[in-house]
C-alpha cells in the first residue's frame, strides 16, 4: 500500500469517528483539492445539519458528498422525474448525467427556478432521484467558446478525473522538509508590461503565478528555464496558478504542457473560457503573421482540461504548505487578486494580477481586505508620477465630444480596444448615450473576437456588479443585445462597405494595433481626414499603437522587415480618452495600498515601465514607510 493509500485509509477511518453510527461510508478519495466522501447516505448526510461543517473544520478539506451507484435511480426514471418536478418556465436546456460522480448537470435559462426558494426544488430533485443536482446557465448569448469547453469537459470527464485524482495525492502528500523558507522568483514583467510571471517555492512545493508573452516583442518570452523555475524539469512546479486571461499573464501557459507539465491550473471559471479564446486566437494571429507558433491548439486544450476552476472567496490547499485564495480584482471578467498563504500561519503573500480599484459599469472595484499578508506583488502599470486619470464620469464626457464632433464630419469613429474588458465597458457606455440621445444612434460594428468575448460575459453574470447582473439575468433589457451593436462577419467585403457607407463606431481588437482585425481597418479608413482613432486603453512601449498614440504618421503595418512590410500615411484625426483602462490609475494604486487591510510590510512594484516601477516604489516608501522594491528580471527575495 503506498502513503497515499495509507492517508486515505487514515481519513476515512476519521470520517467514520465523526460521522453518527447509522450512516455508512463506502469510500473516500482526494479529487484535486477536495475530499470526495462515497456513500449510499449522501441524503442522510446532505439533510441533517452540521456533518459536513463538522468534517470539513475537523479534517481542514473541502468536502463533497456522492451518492454509491445502488442510490441512484436509473437514469430514465431520474430524467422524467427531473423534468416533472421542474417549472416549465425554468427553460431547461440539457440533462446530463455524470454516473461516476452521481451527478447530473441540469442547463437551464432560469438557473433560480431549478434551484427554487432556498433550494427547495433542488432538494425535492436530490430526494428524489439520488443524484446529485447542479445547476448550469444557458448563456444568454449564444457563446461558442462557453459550449465547446463545456462539451470538451465533458467528453474528457474520465481523463479529468484521473488527473484530479492524481493532483489530489499530491496535494495530500506528506510534507519532508524540515527546512524552513519562502521566496519569490521574478520571471518577467520587472520594470515592463508583459510575460508577467513568478514562482512561488518553498522547500516542499513550487506554484507557478502566470505565464504570459510580451505584446509588441515576439519572442520575448518568461524566463522558464532558470533553475528556480523548469530547469528541473516540467512536473518540479506544483501548480500554475493564473490571475486573469489577458494573453501578457496566459499566452504561454499551454508551452508548459509541451515541455510536459501534467499539472494544474488554478483560476475562475470565466478566466477559463477566456483564456481558451485568447490562446487559440494568440495561435491564429500567428499563422496569419506567417510566425511559427510556439505551441499547438492540443496545448490549448491540455491547459483547459488541467484547470481547476475556483470562485472567489474559497481557501483551497494547492500544495502541502500552500492554500490559495482568489479574490475579485476589478480588472476583467474572472480577475483575481491571489492570496497564497504558507505554513501554518507562517507567511501571506498577495499578488494583484491587474487591478482596478474603483468601481466601473462592468465590475466591482478590487477586493484588498485579507486576514493576513506580509508581501504584496503590485502591478504598477500607471504606476508613474504623472499618471493620474480622470475619472471615468469625465471620460466618457470626452468620449461623448469626440463621437459628436467626428459625426459632424460625417466620420468613421475608430476604437481599437481589448476584446476582453475594455469593449463591453465601451458597449455600456455607447449603449446608454444613444439611449439618452447624447449621441446619435448608429451602428457599433464589433471586430475580431469581442461579441464572443461579451457573449462569454453574459454566460458568467455573477462576476459582473450587480446593477448589470440584474439587467442580463431579470429585465429583458439586456444592454449588450442592443440592435445598434453588429458583428462583422463578412470579413474584407463587408469591412469595405461599412468604411463606404454611413457614419459609424467601429470597435476591434486588437487593442495595441499589434495585429487583427484593426490592420484592415487603418488601411481602409487611415488615410481621411475625416476619420477618427480613439485610444481608450494602455498602449505598450513598442506597440504600433503607441507610435500612433505619439503622433507617428507614416506606419508599417505588418512585419516591418518581413516580405509583408507595408507603409501607409495616416491622416486620421487621434485622440486618446484617459479613463477607461482596466487599471487602476496611480492615486488607485495608492489607495489600494493605503486602504489594504491588513498593510503589508513590503511591496514589489512590477509590471509596469522602469519610470512607472521605479516612482511607484518611491511613494509607497516615503507615504505609507513601508519596504518598497522595484525589482528586476530574475531576482529572488527570501521572505522568511
Ligand atoms: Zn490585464
Redesign the pocket.
Known sequence: MSTADEALEKIKAQVEAETPEDITISSVTFEGPELVIYTPDAREIANRDGIVRNLAQTLRKRINVRPTPDALVPQAEAEARIQETIPEDAGVQNLDFDSTTGEVFIEAEKPGRVIGRHGETLDQIAASVGWTPEVVRTPPMESSTVSNVRNFLKQERDDRRDILERVGRQINRPMTADDDWVRLTTLGCCREVGRASFILSTPESRILVDCGDKPGAKGEVPYLQVPEALAAGPNSIDAVVLT?A?L??SALIPILFKYGYDGPIYTTAPTRDLMGLLQLDYLDVAAKEGRAPPYESQQVRDALKHTIPLDFGNVTDIAPDIKLTMHNAG??LG?AVCHFHIGEGRYNVAFSG?IHYKDTRLLDGAVNDFPRVETLILESTYGGKNDYQTDQADSERVLKRVINEAQEEEGHILIPAFAVGRSQELMLVLEEAMRKDEIPTMPVYLDGMIREATAIHTAYPEYLRESLRNRILYDDENPFLAEQFQQVDGGEEMRQDIADGDPAIILTTSGMVTGGPVMSWLRLLGSDPDNTMVFVGYQAEGTLGRQIQRGQDEISLGDSSGPRAERMSLNMAVETVDGFS?HADRQGLETFVETMHPRPEKVLCVHGDESSTNQLSSALYQNFNMRTFNPKNLETFRFV
Open positions: 486573469h489577458h501578457d499573464h480588472h476583467i480577475s491587474d482596466g
